[in-house]
Structures are given as structure tokens and as C-alpha cells.
């Protein structure tokens, strides 16, 4: 090498050994800023959104009145979803809901049209935290924090196939989350009386009244009731995240009515089939998790029956694990959707050979 060169390289490794070693003097410094760089990454990444999310592929989330039948499909009455903002967003945001009343189109009706449905939205200290809002069961104080607004539909031609804005909401009215730079809103749909099936969806806003994504924001449930889509051979998909102490988890679906099939997609898992429920009752099954599987989000399939298709199938599904705790859907996959690990593989050989197939000859 000559002389110039290998005096380049010398003082290039010396600045790189001077960097490392502030860096590890500052790091202390450097991870928290670290940290905020990652997260804004992950935050510019992700915009809300429709609930449920375009990926999910569900058409619509359903709750019923207090006397609905649970061989509905709806085990509570009742469906909480959390709203995180980035500590970022200073302009005000909105909740709407599409097709809030209980009548007219696409909500399930038997006998009088009698329901009525609160959709109620909490934010300050405990909206999140408190423990009580974080179960699958609406006991204790899972309306906890500060109620923001509330609204009760019943039927009302007003709000049939149509939206229902609640807000503006300053972000920070929501519980503030330092360390994972956002403020959470609670959304609450209770079915208060009847026995209708309320269907309906959300999408969280920027503005009052249009559709517009939130930037870095995303949503979760702990439960999810919603209704699958009756065409034969569809597939849904809900995105629970694993944390990298999970080893292994548990599925919960209820009153799945034998519909199709259930299957875990991962990077270790190309389609693991779940226990199902029938009519009226919740299956479950343990599934394990390998290390590659962590700090990353499960693709659960709900995959609609072809020849016994059921229609207005509706279902409640959760997650725990090993330790019992609920696993948060998100309705952006955090991590992305995952793929099974050849699957990514086999795509790229078929594309080799394509490109080794149409390469001109050598001669
Ligand atoms: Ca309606
Ligand atoms: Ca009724
Ligand atoms: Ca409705
Ligand atoms: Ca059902």
C-alpha cells in the first residue's frame, strides 16, 4: 500500500477508536437520544388510520345490546380500543365512527329495534394504566382515567351507513406515555340495552370531516368482537405483538360457529392451525414461540369456510402469554406483517431462475 494510503488508513482507524470511545464515555447520553431517534423512525413509518386496518381485512367490529344472545357472537357487550398519538402531534385530532346507530343498513337486527349503543372516549392519568383497562372483561374500573365524550345511538336514519365525529381532542387530553413517546385515548363501545348486533368501524383523524391519517399514531385492543366477512374463502388477519421474554401463547376464540380454519403465519410458522370454537363457546390452544419469533407480530388467520360457510359470522378472539397477560393487537403490525422465513427465500430463487433463464449465452 503506499506510504499516503497506509497513513489515511492509520488515522482513519484512530478517529474511528476516538469516536467508539466517546461514544462509550457519552452513552449514557446516547441512548436515550437513541432511543427517540428509533422511535421517530418507527413513528414517520406508521400512519392511522381505519379500525379495523386495511391489512386486518375485517369489515366490521360488532357489539351487541345488554340482551343479546351470546351465541351471537359477542361475549360482553362490550369493545375497548386504545388510540396512541405521538407526543409530536400538536394539532387536534378526531374519533369518528362509521355507522354508530343500531338499524337500517348492515347491523343485525331480531325483533324490535330497541338497542342503543354508548360510545364513550377517556384520556388523562390511568386511561391506559389502570390495570382494570387493560383486561378482556369489562369488571372493575375499566372506565378509568377522564371521560371525554360520550354519545348514545340507537336507531337513527342520521348516522345509517354514515359518520359521527367526536372531538376536537388536544392530544394532550390523552394519558400521557413519556417512555414511549405518545399520548393514549380509550374508546369505549358498550351495548347498553336490546338485543341487536351494533356493526360499525373507526377511523381516527386529523380533521373533523374527512378520513385523515394521523401521523405516527397507531390503535390496539386487548379483545377483539368483530364480524367476518361472508365471502367464501376469505381471509381476516389480527397482528398481536410477542415481546422478546415470550416463550409461549395461548389463543382464546369464541363462538367461531366450526367457519373455516385458524393458522399462525410467522417467520418459524407457515400456517399452525388453532383450536376452534363452535356455537357458543370459547376453544383455545398453547402454541410455543422460538427466539426468532420475538420482538416481532404473529399473523393470525381467520380463514372463512368455502362449501359450509356460515354467514353473519360474528366472533370474539384474545391472546395471552406464559405469563397470563393479554396480548395487544395492533392495528398496524408493529414490525411489519410478518412473512414465513422461505417464503421470501422461494420468492427470490423463482425470480434467479427467471433471470437466469432469460440471461443471453456466453458464447
Ligand atoms: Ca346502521
Ligand atoms: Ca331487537
Ligand atoms: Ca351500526
Ligand atoms: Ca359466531
Redesign the pocket.
Known sequence: MPQILRNKNRNYIKMMKRITSQMLVKSVVIFPALFVLINSFFTSQTLAQPVPAEDENIPFLVTFGSAGLK???DDDYCQIFFLSVPLTQKTPIYIRVYDPDCGGQFDEMYGAEDTKTKFSIYGGVGAYTDKDAQKTEPVGNFKSGTLLDSKTFGVDPKYDNGWYTFGPFNPSDGEKMQEYGTYYFKIIAQGIQGDDGNLYTYYFSTSASENKRIEGSNAFTFEYTFR?PDKPGSVCHLYPYIREDVVSIQQHN????A?GQMRIVSYEKKGELAALSN?NDWKSSKHEIKKTEQKSSLDFQFVKGKADA?P????CFYMTNQFGEFLPFNAIPIGGVPKYKYDGLINQMQQNERFNSVKPSSK
Open positions: 351465541s351471537w357472537g367476518m369464541f363462538d367461531w360457529d367457519d356455537e356460515k353473519r359470522n360474528n366472533i
